[in-house]
């Protein structure tokens, strides 16, 4: 039997989601929500659904669901996510989790409550390199990894909030890259070290640029540098990553895996099958979690350790202190 989803937010980004729930085989949209009236009737065409509402709680109230797929804006998370843990649907929503560690917990300790699945589309693990990267790590191909080095550089020209909000990069986008060092590592953050600044160029109002060093809790350290105004020789969105090891090292770069070994040269890597990627990958492992009966691989449980990572970055770039992530997370 098909899981029955709602969708709320199918403008912007929620567009992406309709065609993953369009080519879906595991999913029945019954429901879809937004305040656009055009929008909601677009995606209610594509998917043949008739139900839409601009009301969420009246669709919660109508229509017969399973699940909440919720791409509404983070402004919004908190309180479409708590109303449908409490009305007993399954949720899988959009990044960040919450805009505060206080709704985070709020929305984790709702879901353990309310015994239902609460995930986060953590998209960016869920591709071929990375999972190969967690493999070779973890079987030790190239030895101990002891250092990482992370470099993103984009200039992307974003209008509207991103231009305006304080430390965009670090907070609307360096989550994916501090789950990915979580993942690949299979380590949490124990501290970070950040410092922030605007280069003159800068067409957003306030720190688009960052230099951070990271020590994982396994004693790996990590230099972490990213721009969203960089003038030239940008990197991919997943950025270029080298993990030296004891005996070789691996370079993600230009979303292709090469393995060296020392002065012998390099090859390129032989990456795992995917047959779904990506927010596809997403949605199967949410379907897949409820199942089973049992926890998906990025939880609000394990998410809010990422996003702990985005929370205590913004605070070592205010105070210009080293910050102990478990600090975000009280006694």
């Known amino acids: 039997m098909k899981l029955r989803v709602i969708q709320v937010g199918v403008g912007g980004f929620g567009r992406g989601w309709v065609e993953v729930l369009a080519r879906s085989e595991e999913v029945e949209v019954v429901g879809l929500v937004d305040v656009d009236q055009q929008a909601l009737e677009e995606a209610g065409e594509k998917l ?11 669709a919660l109230g109508k229509v017969e669901a399973d699940a909440v797929l919720d791409v509404t804006p983070p402004t919004f998370r908190t309180e479409i996510t ?42 960016y693990r869920f591709n071929p390199v990375p999972r190969t990267i967690r493999e070779l790590l973890g079987e030790r191909a190239k030895g101990k990894v002891e250092y990482v080095v992370v470099e993103f550089q984009k200039g992307p020209r974003f209008v509207g909030f991103r231009t305006e909000m304080e430390y965009p990069l670090l907070v609307d986008m360096s989550i994916h890259h501090f789950d990915l060092m979580r993942y690949l590592l299979d380590s949490d953050v124990e501290w970070v070290q950040v410092e922030s600044f605007r280069p003159t160029w800068s067409w957003f109002r306030h720190d688009p640029s960052f230099f951070m060093v990271l020590k994982m809790a396994d004693g790996t350290l990590i230099s972490y540098s990213g721009s ?8 991919t969105w997943n950025g270029r990553w080298r993990f030296a090891c004891s005996e070789g090292s691996l370079l993600w770069d230009n979303d292709k895996l090469y393995l060296s070994a020392g002065t012998k040269g390099r090859r390129k890597a032989e990456l795992v099958d995917m047959p779904l990627t990506n927010q596809d990958y997403s949605l199967h492992e949410f379907v897949s979690s409820i199942r089973e009966g049992r926890e998906p691989e990025t939880s609000g449980r394990d998410n809010i350790r990422s996003l702990a990572v985005v929370f205590a970055s913004v605070l070592s770039a205010r105070t210009g202190r080293r910050v102990k992530v478990e600090e975000l997370f009280g006694r």
């Open 48 to 58: 043949g659904v008739d139900e839409l509402f601009t009301n969420f709680e009246e």
């Open 82 to 123: 708590l109303k449908a843990l409490k009305a007993g649907r399954h949720v899988l929503s959009e990044k960040p989790l919450a805009l505060s560690m206080e709704d985070a917990k709020a929305i984790v300790r709702a879901a353990d409550e309310a015994g239902r699945v609460y995930m986060v589309s953590q998209n």
């Open 228 to 235: 969203w105004v960089t003038r030239g020789f940008e990197t």
